[in-house]
């Protein structure tokens, strides 16, 4: 009797924990189907290798928004991983309970939360009005300064999750702490690291206050990262609030490529950290 009433609450519980994840996932899939049901249809050859057309005009591309937006992730990354990748090891290697790394977790987490756009206006105010232009480093700089928390708090836990005897054994070989933790602890929490900094990347991809701040944007081919340049998420902002119904089609083409992109990048470094792996 005891027996049956626990395989049935085993059972009751499993169909609870599998509804919550189907809940889950379903908001998702349901974005996910949605932006590709209306944007596919207006994606061709030019919208990849064209500039966007005349106001008003059909056809065109969005070629400048997709390349400036790969631009800008990767100014952010070369700013936003290395500062909060490092500093996460400090907070869990160096420092762990003086006030100056409770401070730091505390301004972490407090970062996280501020919104983007005030971001943007920060960087404005101190990097395009002294400058008198904007540009893709403002731009670089206000998404790295919005990846920087994440990537600080999912690597921080990260890190923790590598037992301390794994370090004392280091230590008991005589090896250097700071190979114990570039060699052993990193590489032991590489794939949860990874999957932090992905998540920071996701984020930022989509950002647009910041950039209205930053980048401004640019109907044409950027020269120069001193200079405005296009991204996809304004792009896709300027097309959606116009009258014209083929803009509309184009932006969303544009989140669909932005997903994309997002997806593409997740899955590459998964495939590259998988194969060094092995």
């Known amino acids: 009797m005891i027996g049956s009433w626990r395989k049935s609450v085993n059972s009751s519980m499993?169909?609870?924990?599998?509804?919550?994840?189907?809940?889950?996932?379903?908001?998702?899939?349901?974005?996910?189907?949605?932006?590709?049901?209306?944007?596919?249809?207006?994606?061709?050859?030019?919208?990849?290798v064209q500039l966007p057309g005349a106001i008003g005009v059909q056809g065109g591309g969005m070629a400048n928004a997709i390349v400036g937006t790969l631009i800008l992730i990767f100014i952010a990354c070369l700013m936003g991983i290395?500062?909060?990748?490092?500093?996460?090891?400090?907070?869990v290697e160096y420092d762990r309970t003086s006030w100056f790394s409770t401070l730091t977790r505390f301004t972490t987490d407090v970062l996280t939360g501020v919104p983007s756009i005030i971001i943007g206006i920060v960087v404005y105010t101190a990097i395009v009005v002294p400058m008198k232009h904007f540009s893709a480093w403002a731009a670089g700089i206000a998404l790295g300064i919005i990846m920087i928390p994440v990537v600080v708090r999912s690597t921080e836990e990260m890190l923790k999750l590598v037992p301390h005897s794994v370090r004392?054994?280091?230590?008991?070989?005589?090896?250097?702490k700071w190979r114990i933790v570039l060699w052993i602890v990193?590489?032991?929490?590489?794939?949860?690291?990874?999957?932090?900094?992905?998540?920071?990347?996701?984020?930022?991809s989509g950002e647009t206050a910041p950039l209205l701040f930053t980048a401004l944007?640019?109907?044409?081919?950027?020269?120069?990262?001193?200079?405005?340049?296009?991204s996809l998420p304004v792009q896709i902002y300027d097309y959606a609030v116009s009258p014209y119904k083929?803009?509309?089609?184009?932006?969303?083409?544009?989140?669909?490529?932005?997903?994309?992109?997002?997806?593409?990048?997740?899955?590459?470094?998964?495939?590259?950290?998988?194969?060094?792996?092995?």
């Open 246 to 278: 083929d803009w509309h089609r184009q932006a969303w083409a544009g989140a669909l490529v932005l997903l994309f992109i997002v997806m593409i990048l997740n899955l590459g470094t998964r495939f590259i950290f998988k194969g060094r792996q092995h």
């Open 14 to 48: 499993m169909g609870v924990f599998i509804l919550s994840a189907v809940l889950s996932l379903a908001p998702l899939f349901a974005v996910l189907g949605y932006v590709l049901c209306n944007g596919i249809g207006a994606l061709n050859w030019d919208f990849f």
């Open 168 to 176: 004392e054994a280091g230590l008991a070989l005589g090896i250097p």
């Open 186 to 204: 990193v590489p032991a929490s590489a794939r949860g690291i990874i999957t932090g900094i992905m998540l920071a990347v996701a984020r930022v």
């Open 82 to 91: 290395p500062v909060g990748f490092l500093a996460a090891i400090y907070l």
């Open 217 to 230: 944007g640019n109907r044409y081919w950027a020269h120069s990262l001193n200079e405005p340049i296009s």
